[in-house]
């Protein structure tokens, strides 16, 4: 899963939770996620899965309505604490708005960051984060997700 453009045909929630949690191997601390996809695509249950493989203990939802839910999980290649900041913008309107919420400042070099709805704040992250991209698929469980 380290080259652009891998694709996974998930063929149902568990099966795109369990290509989060793969897909976390490859997280390193300080790196920025960037989610993209219609509603109801598999974004969320993907975080479900990043959230497996570094042992979150809380359960996991969207932060539509709180934009950001903060989550500490372990990091299995260090045994260290990690911080793991899942962000929904869905529901901002303007980029001024990150500003608000302090955006800038949960973007460090300790923590994850998992950006549901990321277009509104691309131009505030650096060139080297990860976008994956959740797609419908031909049946109603069926997702596509491209890295």
């Known amino acids: 899963m380290n080259n652009q453009n891998d694709i996974i045909i998930s063929k149902s929630e568990r099966q795109t939770v369990a290509t989060g949690k793969k897909f976390a191997e490859?997280?390193?601390?300080?790196?920025?996620?960037?989610?993209?996809?219609?509603?109801g695509s598999g974004k969320t249950?993907?975080?479900?899965?990043v959230?497996?493989?570094?042992?979150?203990?809380?359960?996991?939802?969207?932060?539509?309505?709180?934009?950001?839910?903060?989550?500490?999980?372990?990091?299995?290649?260090?045994?260290?604490?990690i911080t793991i900041n899942h962000f929904d913008l869905y529901r901002l309107r303007f980029k001024e708005e990150l500003e608000t919420i302090g955006f800038s400042d949960y973007i460090n070099d300790k923590s994850v960051c998992i950006i549901e709805w990321?277009?509104?704040?691309e131009?505030?992250?650096?060139?080297?984060?990860?976008?994956?991209?959740?797609?419908?698929?031909?049946?109603?469980?069926?997702?596509?997700?491209?890295?």
Not at 45 to 49: A, N, P
Not at 66 to 72: A, G, K, P
Not at 118 to 121: G, P, V
């Open 26 to 39: 490859t997280i390193l601390p300080g790196e920025v996620i960037g989610l993209k996809g219609n509603l």
């Open 118 to 121: 990321c277009e509104l704040a």
């Open 51 to 81: 959230g497996e493989y570094f042992s979150v203990q809380d359960v996991i939802n969207s932060p539509t309505f709180l934009i950001v839910n903060q989550y500490r999980g372990i990091d299995p290649k260090s045994d260290k604490e």
């Open 123 to 147: 131009e505030y992250l650096s060139d080297v984060f990860r976008e994956v991209i959740f797609e419908f698929g031909k049946t109603e469980s069926e997702r596509i997700i491209t890295f």
């Open 45 to 49: 249950q993907f975080v479900k899965g």
